[in-house]
């Protein structure tokens, strides 16, 4: 049988998923933790603790402000030592919450045992309620906050739950490692983001290269009803929601719309795993899988870490340094990751990984022509023209990059990876992008 | 004769007779009246077209002239390239007076060279400001700093403002700048500043746009401001010229009596200026430095 997979476009980066092996860790809790009030897409959170209050483990410090915002719990118990801007991951400054490390004590309220719940007892309205209080936002990477997927504008509705289980980002395993430790949890958290969304099928699409994933969960969902895993071809970029709906349901979303207009609802593996704890144990937000990678390391590994602590850490826990001829320190996936200056940037909710990257694989070669070879153009899984695109962009052409489309780049990184004269492509597309978006933001206002 | 020329001959004669008295009509119907006034004052502007007034080239800028002065107030228009001389040749032509405004010159507020904020990271994206600022801080990991791209420089229609590759900072050329701010507009971070360009040549400044408290930034660079306020203090009051905000010192060019008395108390040497300062005085402070020093 032929596999699925998107057609438009794509490429397939050697996948140096060295760490999928490796069991889950927790990573020791430092003495000081600084909590980032901007983890998510959307307005930052305000901080409703000051310095001195005492905290608890799932104690709300930051409230959401505004519809596309998430709320933001104390990952760990003890004394605010100052509420103040630190360095992330950019180098510029954010408002954070920094605190004390006293102990290990929780809310009440959570429960932290190890027991799987299955019956769901919340109704829909209540469960959307609760993934709001709990700050969960997706944890694919982007961290849009989950519960502004499930308030449906009027007469919206949707039909099917889509999970991406793809992980299609080289390097990075930690989607993959909490699909083979959590399957039954997964799976309880699906079928309850099944009842808030009013759905009665959810597909959870898996890559090939994760058999052992595919087959722990296709294995566990027979019991789960309406709950199907679709083993896909690997391809990148099959985890962004345009593509992956392509992928397992054949729908295409027109230019400007959003997966709920084709009736459907997105999620990731691990925001499934989120929402269970959230509904069934009251648990807050407050740690995530994080995979430390690279070629340069001796082994790498998946970790189990609470929000805010230092991605230096993850390296002491590993008993490793980092290695000598290091090029490059990503956060995130090495396609649509963010390089960081330093490892003191707090784990935030949408820290997937950290990878560091030798010398020659981070190393950009010399700028040359464009020779019009049109790999770009076959690669954009958007059916853009990139070398286009970077050329307008470049000239500060902002109406032309309107007119091409250019709001539809998903920012995968596919044109910057195949093109043969190593253009920066990408770089141009999301300049022109932001200006054209700014400009769209002002025409709106008026 | 072939009657189909002849046919043919006519027929277009007529169509010709007929468009011309169409046109006609509709040249009398439609008739803009430009004012003759605006043609003279374009003619009297530099002709540069680099926008620096605020209106759409130099004809926008002429058509916004004649329009005041059928008011009878062209003040608040300014042509910053022409300067004075252009303004009073204008106001001489539509029969007005105008105020002489103060010459004015870009300055860079920062002075983050290679030696004193040296990079730490090497960056390989576009060379282009607008870009690297949406992605870091800057190879220096100044947040607020120069990050040395030239985006200025491409926006300069006068070739007023360079990149010294020493320093990896722009430089304006005063002779030249024109200030149109087209390098104000073209810079990320605000860091480059229209200043009244002073007595004699004579301009202090603060170069650095750092608002953080003092420690962070030092960590970065040697010649950030850190907000102590000691230039505050010793402002003369007949100036007055300092103010204190978001830890950064700012002097007001139009105040500015450019006596050079913060530019020797500055501790990180933040205030540049286009003259030397004054010696500072041999002080017992410094002895008690330099014992606090030898006990550390």
């Known amino acids: 049988m032929k596999l699925k997979t998107f057609k438009l476009g794509g490429v397939h980066p050697p996948e140096n998923k060295k760490t999928a092996d490796i069991p889950v860790v927790p990573v020791d809790i430092p003495k000081r933790v600084s909590v980032i009030m901007s983890q998510h897409l959307g307005v930052p959170a305000v901080p409703v603790v000051e310095k001195g209050d ?24 003890g004394t605010v030592f100052k509420v103040d801007g630190v360095t992330d991951a950019t180098g510029y400054r954010k408002d954070a919450v920094i605190i004390n490390v006293e102990g290990d004590d929780w809310e009440e309220k959570i429960d932290k045992s190890e027991t799987l719940l299955k019956e769901i ?39 099917t739950l889509v999970i991406n289980g793809v992980e299609c980002e080289p390097y990075l395993t930690s989607d993959h490692r909490v699909m083979l430790e959590k399957p039954d949890e997964i799976l309880v958290g699906v079928s309850i ?30 019991d789960y ?51 269970y704890e959230a509904v069934q144990k009251n648990k807050p937000l407050i740690e995530r899988v994080v995979t430390l990678t690279g070629k340069g390391l001796k082994k790498g590994g998946n970790f189990l870490v609470r929000i805010g602590i230092p991605a230096k850490n993850l390296l002491e826990k590993l008993g490793e340094e980092i290695p000598e001829n290091t090029g490059k320190m990503i956060s995130g996936g090495p396609m649509m990751g963010k390089a960081i200056n330093h490892l003191d940037i707090p784990v935030t909710k949408g820290t997937s990984g950290i990878v560091l990257m030798s010398e020659e694989e981070s190393k950009r070669n010399i700028i040359q022509n464009c020779i019009r070879c049109s790999k770009c153009v076959s690669v954009c899984p958007m059916g853009l ?3 286009l695109l970077e050329k307008l962009a470049e000239k500060d052409m902002f109406e ?14 596919s044109c910057s990876y195949t093109c043969p004269s190593s253009r920066q492509l990408l770089d141009h597309i999301r300049y022109g992008k932001q200006n054209v978006m700014r400009i769209m933001r002002e025409r709106r206002q008026q | 004769m072939n009657p189909v020329i002849l046919y043919s001959v006519g027929v277009l004669a007529l169509i010709a007779a007929g468009s011309a008295i169409i046109l006609y009509f509709v040249a009398k119907k439609f008739k803009v009246d430009e004012d003759p006034r605006i043609g003279e004052v374009t003619e009297i502007l530099p002709g540069a077209n680099c926008g620096g007034c605020g209106f759409p080239g130099c004809s926008g800028f002429a058509t ?22 252009t303004m009073t040749a204008v106001g001489e032509f539509l029969g007005l007076t105008v105020e002489e405004s103060a010459p004015t010159t870009a300055v860079v507020r920062c002075n983050g060279t290679k030696a004193k904020a040296p990079s730490k990271l090497t960056y390989e994206g576009p060379t282009k400001c607008a870009i690297a600022h949406t992605l870091f801080s800057g190879e220096n990991s100044c947040p607020h700093g120069c990050l040395g791209l030239g985006d200025c420089v491409d926006a300069c229609d006068f070739e007023a403002i360079y990149m010294d590759e020493e320093t990896g900072l722009p430089v304006v050329v005063p002779d030249k700048c024109t200030s149109c701010g087209a390098c104000v507009r073209a810079c990320p971070r605000d860091i480059i500043e229209i200043r009244p360009r002073g007595r004699k040549d004579r301009r202090v400044w603060v170069a650095c746009m750092n608002e953080e408290k003092g420690p962070i930034p030092m960590k970065n660079c040697k010649v950030t401001c850190i907000g102590c306020a000691k230039c505050f203090d010793v402002c003369p009051p007949v100036a007055n010229a300092i103010t204190m905000g978001n830890n950064l010192a700012f002097i007001d060019g139009d105040k500015c009596i450019a006596c050079g008395k913060c530019i020797v108390v500055c ?24 014992a606090s020093e030898v006990k550390k």
């Open chain 1, 400 to 413: 032309e990059c309107e007119k091409e489309a250019i709001v539809d780049c998903i920012e995968c990184g």
């Open chain 2, 267 to 290: 501790p990180t040497t933040a205030i540049l200026a286009t003259f030397e300062p004054p010696k500072p005085k041999p002080k017992p402070v410094t002895e008690e430095k330099e």
């Open chain 2, 64 to 85: 916004a002239l004649v329009k005041g002065a059928d008011k009878g107030d062209i003040s608040g228009l300014a042509c910053p390239p022409g300067g004075n001389e």
């Open chain 1, 54 to 77: 005492k905290v608890k483990v799932g104690t709300l410090i930051g409230e959401a402000k505004g519809f596309i915002s998430a709320n933001i719990h104390s990952p760990v118990s």
């Open chain 1, 193 to 222: 983001m099944m009842k808030a969304g009013k759905v009665d099928r959810a597909k959870i699409g898996i890559e090939t290269n994760k058999p052992d994933a595919i087959n722990v969960l296709s294995e566990k969902a027979k």
């Open chain 1, 385 to 387: 023209e990139p070398y």
């Open chain 1, 225 to 275: 009803p309406g709950i199907e895993v679709v083993p896909l071809k690997v391809q990148y970029p099959q985890g962004a929601e345009k593509q992956l709906i392509k992928a397992l349901l054949n729908r295409e979303i027109p230019s400007g719309k959003l997966p709920l207009d084709v009736g459907c609802i997105v999620n990731n593996i691990g925001t499934a795993f989120a929402i």
């Open chain 1, 121 to 159: 007892k919340l109704s829909p309205e209540e469960i959307i309620q609760r993934i709001k209080d709990s700050g969960i936002v997706g944890m694919g990477g982007a961290a849009f906050p989950t519960h502004v997927k499930y308030m449906f504008p009027e007469g919206k509705t949707a039909d």
